[in-house]
């Protein structure tokens, strides 16, 4: 007979139930544990929202000053993203780049992000998502991170919310911040973690989780945590790939070095953590084999990286420096790397002197030998092909020169893989701040706490340079671009979006990507040989309105040049060419458009051409 079958039994029918006073106070006891862990957590999205509050005031008029052009790409990427919920979606988008479209599992599309706000990307529009997803990749990462220290790692709350919270707003994620929201939405990544080390648990006889198996593995919670691994990868594969992929490799080198100093345990492990591993891996391929095939075989897809790793290699002087957009940051430090996106490896000197005295301090545990190991590793990756010192190419080789031209590692850029020193850095200081914690010696609580507070402050994040920007034509935000071309159709935007001026993709952003554009901000295989490249290379009417918009000049035209033109919107199968109110150098534009096609025709703040 159980205990509750007991109770019931003893229990007097005539009793009166508990009072309400006693079942809320009830709540209130199992709820005040949890009120530190809710506390942190509104601290980080609390923080997140101060690091971007420059895009709140006004989402749709105003943008992230550091990087406006792929912010612009973004809001397109979710406006597309959203038309899943119009039923009108493909791994193939025909709504830029008309006729060839664009291949959106080789552009970083985060289509499951977008997926999942479509309802605010329909309802407010896509700067809106834009703003929202910005601040919760960012708080958001580092509650993930948290609960990870916490729940999986087992270590103390001050010790998590400083791990997690460098996990979500340490200067690489911060600069990443300006507008790639597929390299910070890291939510997934501690699940992922979490998945992982539950595998290995579950298929270790001795863990404690086995308790009354009789030295027995748990299948079942093997074949569970291989399933929470491998819808956690898939979904990963939807929003950033770089990152699944930094993860993988270095929890590959990790489990290396874990498994080189714990031998006896590596081999009570080893069958079923293989065998839950192995489950995830295939139920992955089962799940992912068509959108990969589409991304590296289907149409308008790409066969390499589109950037050079010799460019995108971290300076080796910026490791000690710390980065412009931190407190103690110096905006002449950005000349250490590529662009205010990528101050990835820009730690400074209090940070990297205290995590390598924790780790030396640690180092005969072996997860903090794994993070270590794995972070000099990928710091060692980050540095190229060649090694840059202080702004100087040197001739002397990096380790990453050995991973150039292999498939899929040629689309990583080196610089990122010093991200992936952020969660060790996180975890090494999470551990020794937990270790620090449990000491007898008074001082010495103190003292690790004390010194990593010193090493973060430099680093702590400043807000995220916001500015206005123009706003949209009456003609789009009003919708009367339906006036001038079908729902579906082309229309031909003065001057056409560049990957360096994707202004127009704006357009299409604010209806919803309901209308095509040709040209455009996105990666195609237009490059020598079919290689990777970024935008089209122009039609010669587009090129001709380039010229008109940057000169100032009217282009020579003829005969020669109208039929090229009627040629072009043919091939672009475009229904009308728009030219806006306030465009720069507009009345140069104007004229040359009513010399290649005619008369225009005034709709709202904007002249258009019917072509089709």
Same mark, same amino acid.
Not at 83 to 108: E, I, K, Q
Not at 309 to 314: T, V
Not at 411 to 434: C, E, H, K, N, S
Not at 540 to 569: K, M
């Given at each position: ?278 489950? /995830?891996?295939? $139920?992955? +391929?089962? =799940?992912? @084999? ?7 075989? !289907?149409?308008?897809? %790409? &066969? ?121 850095? /996180?975890?090494? $200081?999470? +551990?020794? =701040?937990? @270790? ?7 001082? !010495?609580?103190?003292? %690790? &706490? ?126 009308? +060419? ?35």
């Amino acid at each position: 007979m159980t205990s509750t079958a007991r109770a019931a039994q003893q229990a007097d029918p005539d009793d009166p139930p508990p009072a309400p006073g006693r079942v809320g106070r009830r709540s209130v006891d199992r709820l005040r544990p949890l009120v530190p862990d809710l506390a942190i957590c509104l601290g980080f999205l609390l923080l997140a929202a101060w690091v971007m509050h420059g895009l709140w005031p006004s989402p749709n008029g105003r943008v992230l000053g550091l990087n406006p052009e792929d912010q612009t790409l973004y809001e397109w990427f979710l406006a597309v993203d959203a038309r899943v919920l119009h039923g009108d979606f493909s791994l193939l988008t025909d709504r830029l780049n008309a006729p060839d479209g664009v291949n959106l599992m080789a552009n970083t599309t985060v289509i499951a992000l977008g997926t999942l706000f479509s309802p605010v990307t329909l309802l407010f529009g896509a700067p809106v998502t834009f703003a929202v997803l910005a601040t919760l990749t960012l708080g958001l990462t580092a509650v993930a991170f948290y609960l990870l220290f916490r729940r999986v790692l087992k270590t103390h709350r001050l010790a998590a919310a400083i791990g997690g919270g460098f996990c979500g707003f340490a200067p690489g994620i911060i600069s990443q911040n300006n507008s790639h929201l597929h390299m910070t939405a890291l939510w997934l990544v501690p699940v992922l973690i979490w998945a992982v080390i539950g595998i290995v648990r579950a298929a270790d006889p001795a863990d404690p989780v086995n308790e009354g198996r009789g030295g027995r593995r748990n299948w079942r919670r093997i074949v569970v945590f291989s399933v929470v691994l491998a819808l956690t990868v898939a979904i990963q594969v939807f929003i950033g790939e770089e990152v699944l992929f930094l993860t993988a490799l270095t929890l590959v080198i990790m489990t290396l070095v874990y498994a080189g100093a714990r031998p006896d345990f590596s081999r009570r492990v080893l069958g079923g953590a293989a065998a839950g591993l192995g489950l /995830a891996v295939a $139920l992955s +391929v089962v =799940v992912l @084999a068509y959108p990969l095939w589409f991304q590296f075989k !289907g149409p308008q897809s %790409v &066969p390499n990286g589109v950037f050079s790793p010799h460019f995108f290699s971290a300076d080796l002087a910026s490791f000690k420096t710390i980065s412009p957009l931190s407190l103690f940051g110096r905006d002449e430090n950005a000349r250490l790397s590529t662009g205010p996106a990528e101050y990835n490896t820009f730690l400074g000197w209090p940070l990297i002197l205290v995590a390598i005295g924790c780790a030396a301090w640690l180092i005969r545990r072996p997860l903090v030998l794994a993070c270590t190991i794995a972070a000099v590793v990928m710091a060692a990756l980050s540095l190229g092909p060649e090694l840059v010192v202080n702004g100087t190419r040197t001739d002397i080789w990096g380790p990453y020169k050995l991973l150039l031209g292999l498939p899929v590692v040629d689309g990583a850029l080196p610089m990122r893989f010093a991200l992936a020193l952020i969660p060790l850095i /996180a975890t090494v $200081l999470a +551990v020794a =701040v937990d @270790a620090a914690l449990k000491v007898d010696w008074q001082p !010495g609580r103190l003292l %690790v &706490p004390v010194l990593v507070a010193i090493a973060l402050l430099p680093v702590f994040p400043k807000p995220l340079p916001a500015v206005d920007r123009a706003p949209l034509p009456e003609f789009i935000s009003g919708g009367h671009w339906r006036e001038c071309v079908s729902p579906g159709g082309v229309m031909v935007p003065v001057p056409l979006a560049t990957p360096k001026e994707p202004w127009a993709m704006r357009w299409s952003a604010a209806a919803d990507a309901d209308f095509a554009i040709p040209e455009g901000f996105f990666i195609a295989p237009y490059g020598a040989d079919g290689k990777a490249s970024m935008g089209t290379f122009k039609q010669p009417t587009s090129q001709l309105i380039a010229q008109a918009a940057t000169e100032g000049v009217v282009p020579g035209i003829g005969d020669f040049q109208r039929a090229q033109a009627r040629q072009d919107f043919a091939f672009w199968k475009a229904q009308c +060419v728009v030219l806006a109110d306030g465009t720069v150098n507009e009345a140069t534009l104007r004229t040359t458009l009513e010399q290649l096609i005619g008369p225009g025709k005034r709709i709202a703040d904007v002249t258009t051409w019917k072509v089709g």
